[in-house]
């Protein structure tokens, strides 16, 4: 059975950082893409980055580019974010995502249950 | 970047009605589409990818159809257990946008 746990969430002031994991398991993790896509209260969802399986290439949603990082570690079957400079708009439920097929260009069949980053001062 | 926007933004229809939701791509995107179902308080489900591909395990009341720009997920008979908002998602290249939802309710 395909998990992810994501953790790492959290209350941070404006112009923090926080990273959040996500731990993978039920799957051979280095063969598929992994995401993170976002939600504010009350909002639609927000695609923010995806990493291929080999952590290789990685791709960032215009919001969050030069200040989150993506990245993995396939020994651990773990997916990261970094999240540095945060604003109050980056305030939402974090969610990471298994991309349907191998390469990154897919739709997410598995989504975790999603962790808190709440940005205020 | 290309931007995706669906409409309805809202519905409401009665139970065993067919309903139809659009996604429209600024820019061709071949069939480089997902449709994801959310229930209140619930992680999103993907539920058709290749914008006609039904993932497993969705009923097969719920349909994809669409190529280039222009995308329509029907439900073909509209059960309660259905309310929830819908998501369109290209991903022909990054980023990887998500339209806007799609929010529907029984009448």
């Known amino acids: 059975e395909v998990q992810l746990l994501e953790s790492g969430g959290g209350l941070v002031q404006p112009g923090g950082s926080l990273r959040l994991s996500c731990a993978a398991s039920?799957?051979?993790?280095?063969?598929?893409?992994m995401s993170w896509v976002r939600q504010a209260p009350g909002k639609g969802l927000e695609w923010v980055s995806v990493i291929t399986g080999s952590g290789g290439s990685t791709y960032y949603a215009d919001s969050v580019k030069g200040r989150f990082t993506i990245s993995r570690d396939n020994s651990k079957n773990t997916l990261y974010l970094q999240m540095n400079s945060l604003r109050a708009e980056d305030m939402a439920v974090y969610y990471c995502?298994?991309?349907?097929?191998?390469?990154?260009?897919?739709?997410?069949?598995?989504w975790g249950q999603g962790t808190l980053v709440t940005v205020s001062p | 970047d290309i931007q995706m926007t669906q409409s309805p933004s809202s519905l409401s229809a009665s139970v065993g009605d067919r309903v139809t939701i659009t996604c429209r791509a600024s820019?061709?995107?071949?069939?480089?589409l997902a449709w994801y179902q959310q229930k209140p308080g619930k992680v999103p489900k993907l539920l058709i990818y290749a914008a006609s591909t039904l993932q497993s395990g969705v009923p097969s009341r719920f349909s994809g159809s669409g190529s280039g720009t222009d995308f329509t997920l029907t439900i073909s008979s509209l059960q309660p257990e259905d309310v929830a908002t819908y998501y369109c998602q290209k991903y022909n290249s990054a980023p990887l946008t998500f339209g806007q939802g799609t929010k529907l309710e029984i009448k």
């Open positions: 995502a298994k991309s349907e097929a191998s390469s990154w260009y897919s739709g997410n069949d598995y």
């Open positions: 039920g799957f051979t993790f280095s063969s598929y893409a």
């Open positions: 820019q061709g995107i071949s069939n480089y």
